[in-house]
């Protein structure tokens, strides 16, 4: 990875909470999260209950070496540090891969599980890695909800064109790892400017 001089101090003791929802593209945040945590970032990976499809929780838990978060309604996981406490302390979201559905969740303020309710709350920059089909990523309504998303001043790296892993061509691939990491630092620098 191409470094900048400060990266290292940008992502360092940073609080980043890594969203990670239903896509295949979730093992490829297995990788983003072990980055983030060779920078020293303080990572926290939130689940919808579709990402746990693909990856376990386990594994995002000993990559992190923080609890996974995944339940809205756990009292365990509310009480050792609750949705809102999470929302507030974190410098800055990721969340990668950011499926259709979710971009549709955000876009209309949803509230319905763990993720988008964190989402709602805090006041720290997003960045979006969407991952998905290209159909389904040039579907008009998807466009839609993203642009809105782009508006109200959310960030977006990717996606990439390739191929892709249901075996179509095309725009859709989840940003790799190292570049989602790259647009972190950007975003982090950019918003310790504005304060
Ligand atoms: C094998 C498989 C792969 C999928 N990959 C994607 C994907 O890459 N992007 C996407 O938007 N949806 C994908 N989906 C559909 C989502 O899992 C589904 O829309 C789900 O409701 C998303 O929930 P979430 O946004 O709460 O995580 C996939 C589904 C399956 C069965």
New binding site residues.
């Given amino acids: 990875m191409m470094k900048t001089k400060n990266s290292k101090t940008v992502l360092k003791g940073k609080r980043i909470i890594v969203g990670v ?5 979730c093992y490829k945040s297995c990788e983003l999260v072990r980055l983030l945590i060779q920078e020293g970032v303080d990572v926290h990976v939130v689940m ?4 746990k499809q693909f990856v376990t929780p386990m594994t995002f838990q000993a990559l992190s070496c923080n609890q996974v978060h995944d339940d809205l309604f756990n009292l365990t996981q509310e009480s050792e540090m609750g949705h809102i406490t999470l929302a507030d302390s974190a410098d800055l979201m990721v969340i990668a ?1 950011a ?4 971009l549709a969740k955000a876009a209309h303020g949803l509230c319905d ?1 763990l993720l988008s309710t964190i989402v709602c709350v805090t006041r720290a920059p997003i960045l979006l890695a969407p ?3 290209v159909h ?1 990523f040039e579907n008009k309504i998807v466009q839609e909800n993203l642009n809105k998303l782009i508006g109200l001043g959310w960030q977006v790296v990717g996606p990439d064109s390739g191929s892709l892993a249901c075996g179509y061509e095309g725009h859709g691939r989840m940003s790799e790892p190292f570049l989602i990491v790259s647009a972190v630092e950007e975003l982090l620098t950019r918003s310790k400017k504005k304060k």
Wanted: charged share 5%; proline share 5%; hydrophobic share 40%.
């Fill in positions: 929802t239903g896509g295949i593209a919808t209950s579709s990402a891969p499926t259709a559905n979710f599980d991952a998905m089909n389904m």
